[in-house]
């Protein structure tokens, strides 16, 4: 059995045996509404993992081999249509129902690890000598990046949902075991950039300081989610009133500088003129800044670098 983190649905895995044949059957309960409804899936490879995405209405499953399974996603809820309806439109209610978002095939998976915040999900490989983990994007069904981690045995995720750890655990009890230089964690962003690579002989424990929990809502957030783009033009907004504010601080900052330099030039000046007939007195009668005191010459020299005697026409 398999709950949602919200305890809304709850997943149950059976085997169906009729003869020699066998199915795989996930019975899904909606635990929150009026009598609760089930629905069924019936496979015909066995289900190696259930994995429920946190505070949403998706699930992941992975059917058949390691090596070669096939990954689907599913939705309890209802499914956007691909265009708004035209205006004027008869609108038909939509029902919450089971439904097949996107399927995966030649991708190696064992362990189906959902972002905290929903909508990303690492579909990793964990062997013994190396992990391979691809990001891939539920809702836009695209494969972010895939990366692997030599003796990877732990993937986790902080509990924002923006960066993914990937580390080589040695156990507590079993010091005798001999680490490599290698060993250590790794750091990703979600999109799969890694960030930072830490060496650790011998790493025995990777964990993430819990976060506080959330003050708004999951209908809250959801309505934050939604409006994005409106919150987004207000604060673009606000920022660029704020550039300019600082720009405009700058420049009057380089006005009074400006003013400042060209005041104190000014006043050297007229510094320089006023002692400029002690200067001269001092030079015996000899003004540094009279044009006709100076002789100018001008030189040129040439040389010849190569010459080439041009054929007769």
Known sequence: MTWQDEGEFLCV???KTSGKKKSYVLMLFRVSEPEVPVELIELTEPVLDVQWEPSGLRFCVVQGEARSPTISFYT????PPPTKPKKGAVTIPQVRELSLI???????????????????VVLAYVQQDSAL???YDVDNGTTLASRKHERCNRLVWDPSG???ATATIVPLRQTNIRGMPDDGYNLYTFQGTKIIEV?????????WRPRPKNLLSVEETKAIIKNLKKYEKIF??????????????????RRKLAEEYLLRLSKRHLEYEETRLERIELRDGYDSEDESNYEIVIKVEETVISSKDQPAV
Not at 76 to 79: A, K, Q, T, Y
Not at 104 to 119: E, F, M, Y
Not at 236 to 253: F, G, I, P, W, Y
């Open 13 to 15: 895995r059976m085997t």
């Open 102 to 120: 996107a399927t995966l095939n030649n991708k190696q998976c064992n362990q189906v690890i959902w972002s905290p915040a929903g909508g990303i």
């Open 236 to 253: 673009d907004k606000e920022d660029t009133e704020k550039r300019q504010q600082l720009n405009s601080a700058v420049m009057e900052e």
């Open 133 to 135: 983990f691809d990001f």
């Open 76 to 79: 309890m809820g209802v499914v």
């Open 162 to 164: 923006r960066i993914l």
């Open 199 to 207: 060496r650790k002989e011998k790493l025995y424990q990777f964990a």
